[in-house]
C-alpha cells in the first residue's frame, strides 16, 4: 500500500473492469503462476479470500485460517506450512486489493506466484528449514491482517519474511525497506548472485521507502528481518527511485504521470493483460533459490 495515496484512483486513467475468471474455472486452473493469478483478479475483496480457501480446500491443501475482527477491519489470514526444519521463512502475499482496482499486479500475481511454487516445495526446502506461505487479508488497510497475524500467532523460529507485492511487471528484484544488514539479507542476496543475478542489475537492495509500505513492516516492528520482494523495469529505475522516495512530490505526481509499475498501481487498469509472464517466471526462480538457501 502506498500511505496517503491508498484511496487515489486517478479519473484520468479510470478504465472498465473485465469480468473475473467464472469462479469454477479459476478453481480448476492448475497451471503457470500467470494463470493462477486469475484466481483473485477482478474479484471484490470477499470473493478474492474465498477464491482462495476454495483453491486450497479443493486440493487437500490444510491450512490454517485465523480469523481476526477489529475496528479497523476484518478477514482471514490463510496460511499454508511446508518443511518441519527449525528455521521458518515467512513468504506473505495479501490476498485484498484496493476498492475499484481489479488487483493483478497488486497483488493477485503475488498469490499466484506462491500457488505455483507450492506443490513444488517439498523438494526444494532444506532439511534444517521450513516455508511458510502467509496470504494475509486487509493489507490495503495498513497492514490490518499482518499486524493481527503478528500480535496473535507463534512466532518461533522465524529466521526471515518476505512480502511480495508487485511482482507481475518488471525484469529486475528489488528487495526493499532494507534498514540494515542481516544474517537473512545475506542468505538471500548469495541465492540470488548464486542464480547469476549481480547487485544493480538483476536485483536491487533498498533502503527504507517513505511512502511505499507492505505486510513485512508488521515482522519488521516485531524485531525480525523483514522485507519488500518486488519487480521493477530496469529502464525505469531512476524514476522508480524518484517517486518511492519523494512523497511530497510523488503525490503531486500520482495525478500526472507515474513510471511503471505505479501507472496502474491502485487504479482499475491493474488487470491481467498488462501482467508480465517473465516477471512472474524470474520472481518465482528468485524465491525458489531463496528457500534453498534457507539451510
Ligand atoms: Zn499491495
Known amino acids: 500500500m502506498l500511505r496517503g495515496l491508498g484511496r ?42 474465498s477464491a ?8 487437500g491443501i490444510a491450512f490454517g485460517r485465523p480469523r481476526f475482527e477489529s475496528a479497523e477491519g476484518r478477514g482471514e489470514n490463510l496460511w499454508v506450512e511446508v518443511g518441519s526444519g527449525a528455521r521458518v521463512l515467512v513468504l506473505c502475499a495479501h490476498h485484498d486489493a484496493v476498492p475499484g482496482s481489479p488487483g493483478a499486479n497488486d497483488n493477485a500475481a503475488a498469490v499466484g506466484i506462491l500457488l505455483d511454487l507450492l ?37 518461533d523460529g522465524i529466521a526471515g519474511v518476505l512480502s511480495l507485492e508487485l511482482c ?38 533498498v533502503a527504507r521507502i517513505p511512502v511505499f509500505g507492505s505486510d513485512h513492516r508488521a515482522f519488521a516492528a516485531a524485531g525480525f528481518p523483514a522485507y519488500g520482494f518486488s519487480l521493477v523495469p ?28 505505479f501507472d496502474t498501481y491502485h487504479t482499475s487498469r491493474d488487470g491481467f493483460d498488462t501482467l508480465q509472464p517473465a516477471a512472474l517466471t524470474r ?13
Do not use: C, K
Open 234 to 261: 530496469i529502464a525505469h529505475a531512476d524514476a522508480l527511485r524518484q517517486f518511492v522516495m519523494s512523497p511530497v512530490r510523488s503525490t503531486f505526481r500520482a495525478l500526472v504521470r507515474r513510471p511503471p509499475p
Open 168 to 205: 507481475g511487471i518488471g525484469d529486475t528484484i528489488v528487495l526493499w525497506d532494507v534498514a540494515a544488514e542481516s544474517a537473512f539479507l545475506q542468505r538471500a542476496t548469495g541465492a540470488l548472485e548464486r542464480l547469476g543475478l549481480r547487485r544493480e542489475e538483476g536485483y536491487q537492495v
Open 119 to 155: 506443490p513444488r516445495l517439498p523438494a526444494i526446502v532444506p532439511a534444517g528449514g521450513r516455508v511458510r506461505l502467509l496470504f494475509t487479508a486487509a493489507e490495503e488497510l495498513d497492514y490490518l491482517g499482518a499486524r493481527q497475524y503478528v500480535a496473535a500467532q507463534s512466532l
Open 52 to 59: 482462495l480457501r476454495s483453491y486450497l480446500g479443493r486440493r
Open 283 to 295: 520472481a518465482a526462480q528468485a524465491l525458489a533459490a531463496i528457500i534453498a538457501g534457507l539451510e
Open 8 to 49: 487515489l484512483v486517478n479519473p484520468r486513467v479510470a478504465a472498465p473492469i473485465a469480468p473475473p475468471m467464472p469462479l469454477d474455472d479459476a478453481l480448476a486452473l492448475d497451471a503457470s503462476a500467470l494463470a493462477l493469478s486469475r484466481l483473485l483478479i477482478g474479484r471484490d475483496n470477499v470473493a478474492r479470500e
